[in-house]
C-alpha cells in the first residue's frame, strides 16, 4: 500500500534533508532509520530537498508499506516516537500506488520569516533579524519575481540542473504579529533561489540596491547580488497536489 505522508520538522538540527556519504545527520536518513524498526524498508521519496537549516511545516513524503501495516494512526504514533522532538509527522493517509511526491507536485510554497524586533535566543534558529525594513520597497519589488523567467542568475552554483526557467504564480510581503513574511508560490525552484531573491530583496530594502537591478538580474543582463539569505529564516510551507 502506498501512502502520503505530510510532516514538519526543524532544520536547524539536521544537515539538510537528502541522505548524504559525510553525515547521518539528515531528516532522510533519521526517516529511513525510523521506518526500518518497524520493518518498513521501502524507499522514500520526497516533494523536494531542503537545506541544511531550512526548516519544513508540511514537506510531503511517499513510501510503499508492507501489509502488515494497515493501521496507520498507529504508525503514526510508533513513528512519532522515534522521531520527535524535531521531526513530527502529522499525517499518514492511503494514495494512489502511481502517487510521486515529488513528480505529482503542481505547486511548492516556501515562506521566510524576518523580525526587526530584538533578537532572541529562542528564535533565532527560526527567524531572520534585521535593523529595518522598507515594507513599501519590499512589496513592489517582490512582485517582479512573478511569471515565467530563467531565474540561472539566481542560483547557487553546484547544481546539475539544465534547465533554470521556473514559474512564480504568486509573491506576497506581508505582516503576521511581530514577523514579516516573504510569501512564494511556484512550479519548482532552483538551488538556493528563494535564498538569492530574499538576499537581493533585503538590499532593496536597505536601499543598497533597486528595482532595476533586480530586473536586469532577472533578465540576465548582469549579476549585481547573489548573497543568500540566512537558511534559519526559510520554511518549505506547503505542497499542492490539486490546483482548483
Not at 27 to 51: M, V, W
Not at 142 to 167: A, L, M, P, Q
Not at 189 to 211: C, D, H
Amino acid at each position: 500500500m502506498r501512502v502520503k505522508i505530510t510532516l514538519s520538522y526543524d532544520g536547524s538540527c539536521f544537515e539538510g534533508y537528502q541522505i548524504q556519504k559525510k553525515t547521518q545527520n539528515t531528516i532522510a536518513s533519521k526517516l529511513y532509520k525510523a521506518f526500518k524498526t518497524l520493518n518498513i524498508n521501502s524507499k522514500i521519496e520526497a516533494s523536494g530537498r531542503t537545506d541544511r537549516g531550512v526548516h519544513a511545516t508540511n514537506q510531503v513524503i511517499h513510501t510503499d508499506l508492507p501489509s502488515f501495516w494497515s493501521d496507520l494512526e498507529k504508525l503514526k504514533t510508533f513513528l512519532n516516537r522515534q522521531l520527535l522532538p524535531h521531526i513530527y509527522i502529522k499525517k499518514i493517509e492511503k494514495t494512489s500506488p502511481s502517487f510521486h511526491a515529488r513528480y505529482d507536485a503542481k505547486r511548492r510554497v516556501y515562506r521566510y520569516i524576518v523580525s526587526t524586533k530584538e533578537p532572541s535566543v529562542f528564535l533565532t534558529p527560526y527567524v531572520t533579524f534585521v535593523k529595518d525594513l522598507d515594507k513599501e520597497r519590499l512589496k513592489e519589488a517582490v512582485k517582479i519575481f512573478e511569471g515565467i523567467h530563467d531565474f540561472e542568475y539566481f542560483k547557487k552554483s553546484g547544481s546539475d540542473t539544465k534547465n533554470f526557467v521556473r514559474k512564480i504564480y504568486k509573491t506576497k510581503v506581508y505582516d503576521y504579529r511581530d514577523f514579516t513574511i516573504f510569501y512564494f508560490e511556484a512550479n519548482g525552484y532552483l538551488r538556493s533561489q528563494i535564498r538569492m531573491m530574499v538576499g537581493f530583496l533585503l538590499k532593496i530594502s536597505e536601499g543598497k540596491l533597486n528595482a532595476n537591478q533586480l530586473k536586469n538580474q532577472l533578465d540576465k543582463k548582469e549579476i549585481t547580488s547573489t548573497t543568500l539569505a540566512p537558511a534559519n529564516g526559510l520554511y518549505l510551507a506547503k505542497i499542492k497536489y490539486k490546483i482548483y
